[in-house]
């Protein structure tokens, strides 16, 4: 196994018609640790198979450095690197079973030429017999053992899925780098096969850089997550960490579903020994420990946050909470177990996420109780999160 390092890293590709620049990766620095599974997440276009793809070397880096290992491998081409690849499109050779699928780079990198082997049976028969078992045991892991005779269009998408992992498995790799594996399959088989992946992980331990544009994904699979926008990284954390403190609005708008409330040109005011985070039609009054984070905003316009799950319906609030404003709500989505509820508090739409056994009603009001140890303010101009 192997870390990775990232160091100032950029890309800019340039249009081959308006000749314009795309730097489509930013001075990243990243660092995965060894053995651990890291999510890249972003939206379409942010850089994530870009960076990918000068860690695999396929890919030239315009300027910094890629370490795998203790190696700097930004001229090491790509078979020499140790690292395997699993892309959204497997790229099965369909003329090929499922074991040759396996086989053929393996054969290609332990058989020495033909009149070699031919000159040394016995040694070909023990190589061959060491590539069976790599290719034996790893089809047991991902239980496609019955299907090695088979070609790939015989194969359903999740088993072709599985045949495209036991091929970089069996390289025995010290990376893996996926790239939107799971995105040909289908909801149901997407779950599964990402709780397959996470397993498979915890057995191999294998350092492995996992993309995708699916938040879910990102927050279920990764041991941290790097959230990416516009070339830029976000952010780098522990999914509970970017959860509960995101740095900027991008990640807080990212991460969770449905999305974080905002407020825009919301203000601060003391008001006794407490802040206050006045919204225009309703206002939040915080705990005195946030006093002195919000100081030099006292008189000055925030953006403040709110997650739909911290607008809570009164009436499920055990004792006499704070922060109760009379809503309006507009439109209800049953989720089965939560219900969405789409409101207007004090002239603002927000979401709030409530269980299902709420009271609340369409076209009625509701009191609504903001839950201000988990608010979020702003900084309206960096858009960075002051908390
Ligand atoms: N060969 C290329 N020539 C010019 N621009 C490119 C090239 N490859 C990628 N880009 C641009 O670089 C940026 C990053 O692309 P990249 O493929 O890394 O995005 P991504 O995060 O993987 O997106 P997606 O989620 O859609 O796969 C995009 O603006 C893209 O148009
Ligand atoms: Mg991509």
Redesign the pocket.
């Known amino acids: 196994m192997a870390k990775v390092i990232l160091r100032n890293l950029n890309k800019t590709?340039v249009?081959q018609q308006s000749k314009k620049e795309?730097n489509?990766v930013k001075d990243l620095d990243l660092e995965i640790h060894d053995g651990e599974f890291m999510v890249l997440v972003?939206?379409?276009?942010?850089?994530?198979?870009?960076?990918m793809r000068m860690v695999a070397g396929l890919e030239e880096v315009t300027s910094g450095e890629i370490l795998i290992g203790e190696r700097v491998v930004n001229d090491v081409p790509p078979r020499d690197r140790n690292i395997a690849m699993v892309f959204q499109n497997y790229a099965l050779y369909p003329h090929m079973s499922v074991y040759d699928n396996m086989a053929f780079g393996l054969r290609l990198r332990m058989l020495p030429p033909i009149w070699e082997q031919l000159a040394n049976p016995g040694k070909t028969k023990e190589i061959k017999a060491s590539i069976d078992a790599k290719i034996q045991a790893a089809a047991k892991k991902l239980d496609i053992t019955d299907y090695l005779d088979r070609k790939p269009k015989a194969l359903s998408g999740g088993q072709r899925q599985r045949v495209a992992l036991g091929r970089a498995i069996v390289r025995e790799p010290e990376v893996f780098l996926m790239d939107?594996p799971l995105s040909n399959l289908d909801a149901k088989l997407r779950v599964q096969t990402r709780f397959e992946l996470i397993n498979l992980h915890r057995e191999l331990k294998v350092t492995t850089i996992y993309?995708t544009?699916d938040q879910v994904e990102a927050m279920t699979m990764g041991q941290r997550i790097a959230v990416?926008n516009n070339?830029l990284l976000q952010q780098c954390d522990t999914p509970q960490n970017i959860y509960r403190h995101p740095a900027n609005m991008f990640v807080a708008g990212f991460i969770g579903m449905p999305p974080m409330n905002f407020v825009k040109g919301a203000t601060v005011q003391m008001e006794g020994a407490r802040p206050v985070i006045h919204c225009g039609g309703f206002s939040v009054t915080l705990s005195a420990e946030r006093t002195n984070v919000l100081a030099a905003y006292v008189g000055k316009e925030v953006v403040f946050g709110v997650r739909p799950e911290h607008l809570n319906d009164k009436s499920l609030v055990s004792g006499t909470p704070e922060n109760v404003i009379r809503a309006q709500v507009e439109v209800i989505e049953q989720m089965g177990a939560t219900s969405n509820l789409y409101i207007s508090l004090g002239g603002h739409a927000l979401v709030s996420v409530v269980d299902a056994s709420t009271i609340a009603k369409e076209n009625a009001p509701l009191d609504i109780v903001i839950d201000a140890e988990h608010c979020h303010v702003f900084d309206k101009d960096t858009e960075k999160a002051i908390f």
């Open positions: 590709f249009d795309v489509a972003g939206p379409s276009g942010c850089g994530k198979t870009t960076t939107e993309v544009h990416m070339g």
